[in-house]
């Protein structure tokens, strides 16, 4: 009797070990933007016209806060990227990844069609983190920011590390893509706001 109590014992401890010997590692440290300062997080390119709120606490996926774009004009220039990226190190050609991110529209977004969200991963050689050094993308699906509202949508990117690839960067990407129809007019400014959370990169 004793010895088939250590052994009932001895195995509910071993399939609770098993859940956590697989848990994977999230390389982005400030994952769900409670971290403050948010150090890890810099810009890549800030063309566009916004303004940045790491500290928003108004909708969450998780936690407590979020990172919010608010955009004041995406008819003001095209190709006007807002880019927030994490840079990761110790990546290796052959490497299976599985980026993810949160985003959310909230209702009555007045930037209807005119912008485009997506998550971006982008694979470099180790010389540096710049076009030139680019050794392979990958882009999750694009969200214009129309429909559906007041959802928190994954973004979501499966993909291998290139041959050579060494460091990569983890982006979240918003941009304003201004166009006119017949009733609309070349001036006409659109603003809106888009609310990310809960970014995560992972190694399958």
């Known amino acids: 009797m004793y010895l088939i109590s250590r052994?009932?014992?001895?195995?509910?401890?071993?399939?609770?070990?098993?859940?956590?010997?697989?848990?994977?590692?999230?390389?982005?440290m400030d994952s769900s933007f409670e971290e403050s300062p948010h150090t890890s997080w810099g810009d890549w390119k800030d063309w566009g016209p916004s303004e940045r709120d790491f500290d928003n606490t108004e909708k969450t996926h998780s936690g407590t806060q979020t990172y919010k774009?608010?955009?004041?004009?995406?008819?003001?220039?095209?190709?006007?990227?807002?880019?927030?990226?994490?840079?990761?190190?110790?990546?290796?050609?052959?490497?299976?990844?599985?980026?993810?991110?949160?985003?959310?529209?909230?209702?009555?977004?007045?930037?209807?069609?005119?912008?485009?969200?997506?998550?971006?991963?982008?694979?470099?050689?180790?010389?540096?983190?710049?076009?030139?050094?680019?050794?392979?993308?990958?882009?999750?699906?694009?969200?214009?920011?129309?429909?559906?509202?007041?959802?928190?949508?994954?973004?979501?990117i499966k993909e291998t590390a290139p041959q050579g690839a060494k460091t990569c960067k983890l982006q979240l990407v918003v941009l304003p893509v201004p166009y006119l129809s017949d009733n609309q007019k070349a001036d006409e400014k659109y603003s809106g706001i888009i609310y990310?959370?809960?970014?995560?990169?992972?190694?399958?």
């Open 69 to 156: 774009i608010t955009i004041t004009d995406s008819a003001s220039r095209w190709n006007s990227d807002i880019v927030l990226q994490d840079d990761i190190t110790g990546i290796q050609g052959g490497d299976k990844f599985e980026a993810s991110a949160y985003l959310l529209n909230p209702k009555d977004n007045s930037l209807s069609d005119h912008v485009e969200v997506y998550l971006e991963l982008i694979f470099f050689d180790g010389k540096g983190k710049d076009t030139e050094n680019e050794v392979g993308k990958s882009q999750s699906k694009k969200y214009g920011c129309g429909k559906p509202q007041d959802q928190w949508l994954k973004l979501a």
């Open 196 to 204: 990310f959370d809960d970014v995560s990169l992972v190694k399958k």
């Open 7 to 28: 052994l009932v014992i001895l195995i509910v401890f071993t399939l609770w070990l098993i859940p956590s010997s697989f848990a994977q590692q999230n390389f982005v």
